[in-house]
């Protein structure tokens, strides 16, 4: 079983709209939290980083959410635009030390902005 | 700065075939990673090294190896393509941020690669 698991697998909004993605996490013990873009054909883009004691991180239209307790977090984008269009991935990383080894990606949500 | 820069982009290969992915940065960071993305799955990591001389295995290593002679590049080598291989790989680099605690990762363009 996936440690980070992301709901939903995909989304379509209308141009204009907002949308809340979720990521729900097992990774014990937590370092922090990542949200990804990526654009098809693309690698990851980093959009927000989290640690443990935040809580809320904002990036342009872009706002992440963490609940340490109970081991969620959400990535809410306002006033969606074509560009928005992508696969949004959450990425945990355990221990207090960056150890490559120590990072697992959810599969990501499809995001699709329709005009 | 161009980043993270992967070549080939696309490749066809044959079952039993051998080639070389390859990665640069310009970043001078010391980590960097090889990843590969599945349909469904998260990235996984393959293999990765946290500066010249020195690699270590990831999650899924094996038909897999690596090397580190410079910062810069870090080639991924396919031994003996096998179907199962057929992903989509990611080289990835990384450095220390401002925090002390977190590590900034960017991402190449990727290498689409199918095996027959």
């Known amino acids: 079983k996936n440690q980070v698991e992301q709901s939903p697998q995909s989304l379509i909004i209308l141009e204009g709209k907002n949308c809340t993605l979720q990521?729900?996490?097992?990774?014990?013990?937590?370092?922090?939290l990542r949200w990804y873009k990526q654009d098809t054909g693309r690698g990851p883009v980093s959009l927000t980083i989290?640690?443990?004691?935040?809580n809320t991180k904002s990036n342009g239209r872009y706002t992440a959410t963490l609940d340490a307790d109970t081991k969620q977090s959400s990535l809410h984008i306002t006033a969606s635009q074509l560009s928005d269009s992508a696969s949004y991935i959450c990425?945990?990383?355990?221990?207090?030390?960056?150890?490559?080894?120590?990072?697992?990606f959810g599969a990501g949500t499809r995001l699709t902005v329709k005009p | 700065n161009a980043g993270v820069t992967q070549t080939p982009k696309f490749q066809v290969l044959k079952t039993g075939q051998s080639m070389t992915l390859q990665c640069a940065q310009d970043?001078?960071?010391?980590?960097m990673s090889w990843y590969r993305q599945d349909p469904g799955m998260g990235l996984r990591l393959i293999h990765y090294?946290?500066?010249?001389?020195?690699?270590d295995q990831g999650e899924v290593p094996n038909g897999y190896n690596v090397s580190r002679s410079t910062t810069e590049d870090f080639p991924l080598r396919l031994l003996s393509a096998a179907p199962s291989q057929t992903s989509v790989y990611f080289c990835?680099?990384?450095?220390?941020?401002?925090?002390?605690?977190?590590?900034?990762?960017?991402f190449g363009p990727g290498t689409r690669l199918t095996v027959t």
């Open positions: 990835a680099s990384s450095f220390l941020g401002t925090s002390g605690t977190t590590y900034e990762q960017y």
């Open positions: 090294s946290v500066g010249a001389g020195i690699t």
């Open positions: 989290m640690t443990f004691s935040e």
């Open positions: 990521c729900n996490y097992t990774v014990s013990p937590f370092s922090n």
């Open positions: 990425v945990v990383s355990r221990g207090l030390i960056y150890n490559n080894n120590d990072m697992r």
């Open positions: 970043m001078n960071h010391e980590y």
